[in-house]
């Protein structure tokens, strides 16, 4: 058998960047990953053509809608599906190419195939060309990511009924959208395919939105969707989805007992996701999981095995791409004899809608449970000159500080291009930074950051411009 120092299996975000580092540190590395193309559900059928549909979709609107009150005149507007797929194709190809280009520069060994545990020690590959491989390892790293739920009795056939997978490749505009889950997933799909002309229409179980999210900022988010023409029916339990000759009939019931029923060209399951630990042979080499079927890990990404170790959407925590990484950073450098670290209290997220939401820290439900005195500071980009030139003054800045100390405690923010401007509040918290700091902090004028500024002046109550 060929021997490593690391062996990583999975190529998503996690486990490449495991990769790359630890080959970086000078530890002989393998990385295994079956879908034949690096970069995990993230980049492959995720978070990169996802937003590739997205910005294509957004520019149809403003154009369609938007640019005629700017003195812009686009006369007959119409949209190449068969196109616009092709273009998220070429961006995904490009950059899955980008990664494998990374490894052959970084001097990683790339399997092909399914990996599993023979021992503790061993991994067998199941080689996408149909043969086997067995491989030796010291350290192994799992890193397989996570996949689609579904609801009970509900199958996915990804053409009729669909996960974010098929939703990102129809070949036509359905007429209907029925979107069931009003998470992040769900709302941008359903965000995509209303742009474009469909009737979207969300069937939320719980009684809001996008669940987990500062309550302000989700009921926020709730109406501008709304305005925007997403139809919702929170408090309902869906109960089955049938197949017809139309679409399907999705049968669901209220929180009062009544039973709706809603006639749809294609329905998008959007009700989370399971980690991918089946197929890996864990059991035999003991390696314990949680009651979520997650892998049970200590504070350097162990496991009860001393040599397995995991990290990203296999462990606890938000199963987002930009924390995997960071894990992976972290744990092939723990495995080199550094320090490796995650601040899981300084994790921002992003849903890229339009406008777009971003938070980082805690929102204020979580404050008040804990019973954490604290400050709100809230700036509206209607007073924001930048968004007022832009038409684009829906949302606000919200930022949470310790009523003691001021340490900013969490940012919540929805609005334009706020999915790059969590990234200035991030770093602010990540230096235990007080709402004085980012106040008495210079912002260029006229930017949308300049909200950031005036809800930290809000903090202490002495905004500027509003």
Known sequence: MDEFDIIVIGGGPGGYVA??????????????????????TCLNIGCIPSKSLLHSSELFKKANSEFKSLGINTGNISIDITKMMQHKKKSVDTLTKGVEFLFKKNKVNYFKGHGSFLDTNSIEIKLNDGTK??????????????SVLSLPNITIDEKVIVSSTGALSLPKIPKKLIVIGGGYIGL?????????????????????????????????FLKILKKQGLKFHLSTKVNSVKKNSNGAIVEAKSKEGDIKKFDADVVLMSVGR??????????????????????????????????????????????????AEEEGIAVAEY?????GHVNYDVIPGVVYTSPEVAYVGKTEEELKLKKISYNVGKFPFLANSRAKINDEADGFVKILADKTTDKILGVHMIGP??????????LAMEFGASAEDVARTCHAHPTLTEAIKEAALAVDKRPIHF
């Not at 990769?19 to 590395?29: D, F, Y």
């Not at 491989?133 to 996570?146: E, F, L």
């Not at 495995?335 to 320090?339: C, D, I, R």
């Open 19 to 40: 990769a790359i580092r630890a080959s970086q540190l000078g530890k002989k590395t393998a990385c295994i990953e079956s879908r034949g193309a690096l970069g995990g």
């Open 274 to 323: 399971k980690p991918n630990t089946n197929g890996l042979n864990l059991k035999k080499v003991g390696i314990e999981l949680d009651d979520k079927g997650r892998i049970r890990t200590g504070k350097n990404f162990d496991t009860n095995i001393p040599n397995i170790f995991a990290i990203g959407d296999v462990i606890s925590g938000p199963m987002l791409a930009h924390k």
């Open 188 to 220: 941008e799909m359903g965000s995509v395919w209303s742009r474009l002309g469909s009737q979207v229409e969300v069937i939320e179980y719980l009684d809001h939105i996008t669940p987990g999210m500062d309550k302000e900022i989700s009921d926020s």
């Open 335 to 339: 495995l080199a004899g550094k320090y």
């Open 417 to 426: 291009d706020v999915g790059n401007m969590i990234a200035e509040m991030a």
């Open 133 to 146: 491989k067995s491989i030796k390892g010291k350290n192994i790293v799992v890193a397989t990511g996570s």
